[in-house]
């Protein structure tokens, strides 16, 4: 049996094809991103298993980023029902405001590859307030010194170019964060700006982070199934015992958004089959702002292709992501 040292967190033993396991005794909270899709379904069963034997399954909170009429009808209330098979705490956060569709009309334009604000807006931002509520409930408690959080998301790296680029585990640095890390990339792009370099080339390592990590907390991400395979997922969805989402079934090879910018059109073409009144207030919306839903392919495009394109068998696969 291997041995392996994660830097900050100490030894543990490497079995068979298990990840890297922070010390998760070392966290006051771990935080479980359930969006009720299949990928933060096997996270969830995956942490549990190191949860439960590290004795720290009661600081586990699963927390679902609810994103209106946008994301899959269900997926909400299967989040809730994945985290009552572990009898866990589970946290609904939102955006207070416009859906996302209203957004778009609002900013005229809609997220991409290289603009993804929806993931800001709609996810990260709520979240966060969330890590706050979580650091004053432990101070109510007692709690002194920095509060320690564990922010886990089932990201994989098969999904895309840019999560292979992901590392499984990391701090959530930022410029606010007093660790020695965090202030060295604070000065080095401060220095940088000075010498009139442009923050988007300033080499990734001495880049300044805006993470969540601040003086009353120190927050790390972990990605326990980032090397998994699309079939490891469902094999531990099988071994777990857990509902997925009905969407899979009539085709679909992911979930949270009904349509996102970054799906296949394959993708995006049985959505539109599934979804059609979503569909065509995507549509209505690339209209009232003259702004294509991606540039490659508009909604009404996709609205078009979806009424004659065959219907995939049930269980049948296609392509997840673009590129």
């Known amino acids: ?132 509520m979580l650091v004053n409930e432990a101070r109510a ?25 992901l590392v499984g585990f990391a701090h959530d640095g930022s410029k606010t964060c007093p660790c020695a890390e965090c202030q060295r990339r604070r000065k080095a792009t401060e220095a940088a700006k000075a010498a009139g370099i442009k923050p988007k080339k300033i080499p990734p390592g001495d880049r300044m982070q805006h993470g969540a990590s601040n003086t009353l907390r120190w927050v790390d991400t972990w990605l326990p199934i980032h090397s998994w395979s699309t079939a490891d997922v469902w094999a531990a969805i099988f071994v777990a015992g857990t509902r997925p989402h009905p969407a899979y079934k009539a085709g679909m090879p992911r979930l ?20 059609p009144a979503l569909a065509a207030r995507y549509a209505l919306a690339e209209k009232l702002t003259g702004h294509r839903f991606r540039l490659d392919v508009s909604m009404a495009e996709i609205i078009e292709e979806a009424k004659t394109a065959p219907v995939p068998e049930a269980g049948a696969m296609m392509a997840c992501w673009e590129g």
Not at 105 to 128: L, Q, V, Y
Not at 141 to 165: C, F, P, Q, W, Y
Not at 256 to 275: D, E, G, I, K
């Open 141 to 165: 408690a007692g709690h002194t010194g920095v509060v320690r959080i564990l922010n886990v998301m089932g990201l994989r790296a098969d999904e895309s170019a840019a999560r292979r680029k």
């Open 256 to 275: 949270s958004c009904v349509f996102c910018v970054l799906a296949s059109r394959a993708a995006l073409v049985r959505a539109a089959q599934l979804q």
């Open 1 to 132: 049996m291997a041995r392996r040292v994660i830097p900050g967190q100490g030894a543990f033993d490497l079995v068979e094809l298990r990840p890297e396991v922070p010390d998760l005794a070392s966290y006051r909270w771990i935080i479980a991103n359930v969006s009720g899709g299949k990928d933060s379904q096997a996270m969830l069963a995956e942490l549990m298993l190191h949860a439960t034997a590290a004795g720290v399954a009661d600081r586990v909170v699963v927390v679902h980023a609810d994103l209106g009429i946008v994301e899959w009808p269900g997926v909400r209330e299967l989040a809730a029902e994945h985290a009552a098979h572990y009898g866990l705490r589970f946290e609904v956060v939102q955006r207070v405001g416009s859906s996302l569709v209203e957004r778009v009309e609002e900013r005229g334009m809609w997220p991409s590859a290289d603009n993804r604000w929806c993931t800001s807006d709609f996810k990260r931002g709520p979240i966060r307030k969330l890590i706050t």
